[in-house]
């Protein structure tokens, strides 16, 4: 009897103990929930914006500066093979290669500084904020030190690759606040941006310490006659193959007609 | 203005792919043949994923030699009984051709077999066709023209068995030659995204000796039938043919087509083909260049498919 309110005075005096004081609130906004591609897109601006709240229950006053503001924007995750090419009998040909199982599509971090000055190097591991972590080496059991190596040498060039391809990307300073709890930033798409259920996360921060988190989703899709023409492609592969052979031999025809001498 | 391309999931500018179509559409005009093999290398070169523009090309190439075809079926100028066995034979080549497309691009050695493939055949024809038509002009410049060489009437081909009557081009020769040629074009056009008529041409002429005035009317009814079979069976297989980059490519194509055949009748034959050549030779330089030359970057990366957790 005595044990059990020992542990019940216990458990109490670690919840007060551990219930950290009311921190200030994150209100973060997209704006755009949906981002249509058409026949002329070529890329698309989003503009991610937010305040910085008092706790509920306390007036404004309580809000006290500087914050600093990370945001992560993620694309779905897909299956990525990393090639090597190596000379073969004098033929450059690839002949190495690693899968990684889960690289998102489109990965870029703002954010309002150094992203190593405004948040310790812990803090970003244990969040997964940043390139490197994106590109998950694979693992095995009794994996050797060289393979380990080689993993990680392929995880690195494949954040590489990514960011040339203007797929990943960390822009530090992006986000600015334009009074002392407003902030607002500027995320450029570029035009080959891949379909998919994207995550916005934002992560609001006063001396690297982390004090709330939003996530907004975004949806990338193709519309109108693109996207009825990869469905087409997906779904009815031989239907879209014979109409894509009777519009090549009617154009051919047409040029014929219209051109004879 | 830029145009989105469904399959390749990229934009690209629209005038710049109707420039390229009727570009290629001009030279294949001039040249009588399909453009295939200046199209796919293009767009590679231009950065369309290998396999979709391989797939892609092949509707292009259906448009052009459909324009072609149209005049010599007017004409008569096609012998359609040999058309025949070479289609089937053929069509059984695109099944060959469409699975190793399938097999190598899963293997990751898609991009290596199209430049070897596109290096050594681009370089013999290529090569052959400048020998040849530097020869003829040199001759030309010494004064002493001979009259052209009719091809004999019988050489080793003609003496294997089965043999068949083709009487529109009064031919009675072996089909097992017949059939390997139209098998071997329906291979490589499949894999390579080429029709391959400027390999047919010269197979029909010195090997199974057709008449000049069925070879090229035959050749483009044959690379019609084998590309649009082709383009269906990449459409089942692979997803990668592109309609819209296609199509793009195939408006100018077919009018670029029109300028460069009057433009043709104005040049020499031997010139044109001292032409053809240097240009096939270029590409065939070009595929070299990324086999031999230590690439910039050796690493590339691929989607594979949707991913998966850890």
């Not at chain 1, 960011?163 to 798409?189: C, D, I, P, Q, W």
């Not at chain 1, 779904?235 to 009617?250: K, N």
């Not at chain 2, 459909?66 to 089937?88: E, K, M, N, P």
């Amino acid at each position: 009897m005595f044990a059990v309110f020992r542990f019940v005075v216990f458990v109490v005096c670690s919840m007060v103990v551990l219930t950290p004081a009311p921190a200030q609130r994150l209100v973060s906004k997209l704006s755009a929930t949906e981002v249509s591609i058409n026949s002329t897109f070529a890329g698309e601006s989003l503009t991610l914006f937010g305040n910085v709240e008092a706790p509920i229950g306390e007036n404004g006053r309580s809000v006290t500066g500087p914050f600093d503001i990370i945001i992560v924007i993620q694309g779905p995750a897909t299956r990525r093979v990393v090639r090597q090419k190596s000379p073969q009998l004098g033929i450059w040909l690839n002949s190495d290669e690693v899968i990684f199982s889960a690289v998102p599509a489109y990965y870029h971090v703002l954010t309002t500084g150094p992203l190593n000055k405004i948040a310790d190097e812990e803090m970003l591991r244990e969040q997964g904020i940043g390139l490197v972590y994106q590109a998950v080496v694979p693992q095995n059991e009794g994996q050797s030190e060289a393979e380990i190596a080689r993993y990680q040498n392929f995880a690195d060039q494949l954040v590489r690759l990514m960011g040339e391809a203007k797929m990943f990307g960390l822009s530090e300073r992006r986000v600015s606040f334009l009074s002392r709890t407003f902030y607002n930033a500027n995320l450029t798409l570029p035009a080959n941006v891949p379909n998919g259920t994207y995550l916005a996360k934002t992560y609001l921060l006063a001396d690297g310490e982390l004090l709330d988190q939003k996530a907004e989703r975004f949806v990338v899709r193709t519309t109108g006659a693109e996207r009825f023409i990869g469905n087409a492609a997906r779904d009815l592969p031989l239907a879209y193959g014979l109409a894509s052979v009777l519009i090549a031999l009617f154009t051919g025809w047409l040029g014929a007609v219209a051109f004879r001498r | 203005m830029n145009v989105y391309l469904p399959i390749a999931e990229m934009s690209v500018n629209l005038f710049f792919l109707i420039g390229i179509g009727g570009g290629v559409g001009f030279l294949s005009g001039l040249f009588g043949v399909g453009g295939g093999f200046l199209l796919t290398p293009l767009l590679i070169f231009t950065g369309i994923p290998a396999p979709v523009a391989v797939a892609s090309v092949t509707g292009t190439v259906v448009a052009a030699s459909t324009s072609g075809a149209q005049s010599y079926i007017r004409r008569g100028g096609i012998d359609f009984h040999l058309a025949l066995y070479l289609v089937l034979s053929g069509i059984i080549g695109a099944f060959l051709g469409v699975a190793t497309f399938s097999a190598l691009r899963s293997a990751g050695q898609l991009d290596l077999v199209i430049s070897v493939g596109y290096l050594v055949f681009l370089g013999s024809i290529g090569g052959l066709l400048v020998y040849e038509a530097v020869g003829s002009l040199v001759r030309r410049a010494k004064g002493n023209v001979r009259p052209h060489k009719l091809p004999g009437q019988h050489n080793w081909v003609h003496g294997l068995p089965m043999r068949v009557r083709f009487k529109r081009s009064n031919l009675y020769v072996s089909v097992l030659p017949v059939l390997a040629v139209g098998l071997f074009i329906g291979f490589l056009g499949s894999l390579l995204g080429i029709g391959g008529g400027f390999i047919l041409v010269p197979a029909l002429v010195y090997i199974l000796r057709v008449p000049g005035n069925l070879v090229i009317g035959t050749s483009l009814l044959q690379v019609l039938c084998i590309m649009a079979a082709t383009t269906v069976l990449h459409a089942v297989n692979s997803q990668s043919v592109d309609i819209v980059l296609a199509f793009s490519l195939m408006v100018g194509g077919v009018v670029g087509a029109q300028f460069g055949a009057s433009m043709g009748q104005r040049l020499r034959g031997d010139q044109l083909r001292a032409l053809l050549g240097l240009i096939v030779l270029a590409v065939a330089l070009r595929f070299a260049y990324s086999l031999f030359v230590t690439p910039l970057d050796p690493f590339s990366t691929a989607i594979l498919g949707v991913g998966g957790g850890g």
